[in-house]
């Protein structure tokens, strides 16, 4: 069975900067692709981040290009997903997400966790 636990959200103010992780567990990480999506209160979900199964491939959402940056560690089963000079309009929660590598051109993902709130206020 397929667990995604994202970790590492939390309240920061306008500026500044988060990490947040995702363990896998269930799955042989090295062959998927594993990416971010968020979604805001009253908005659709949306994808933030992707990186491919060995990692040689990332695609972003236009919005945070240059400031959030996705990486993962397979010996750690890790994703993360660093995020600098967040803006209040990043506030969201944010999921992480494993699939095959279509995921890069905009298939959503077939397992999903729980979501970690981000909150970016003064």
């Known amino acids: 069975q397929v667990q995604l636990v994202e970790s590492g959200g939390g309240l920061v103010q306008p500026g500044g900067s988060l990490r947040l992780s995702c363990a896998a567990s269930g799955i042989i990480f090295s062959s998927y692709a594993m990416a971010w999506y968020r979604q805001a209160p009253g908005k659709q979900r949306e994808l933030v981040a992707a990186?491919?199964?060995?990692?040689?491939?990332?695609r972003y959402a236009d919005s945070v290009k240059g400031r959030f940056t996705i990486s993962r560690d397979n010996a750690k089963n890790t994703v993360y997903l660093q995020m600098n000079s967040l803006k209040p309009e990043d506030t969201a929660v944010y999921y992480c997400a494993a699939g095959s590598d279509v995921v890069l051109f905009g298939i959503e993902p077939g397992s999903w966790g729980q979501g970690t709130q981000v909150t970016v206020s003064s």
């Open positions: 990186i491919s199964s060995g990692g040689s491939s990332t």
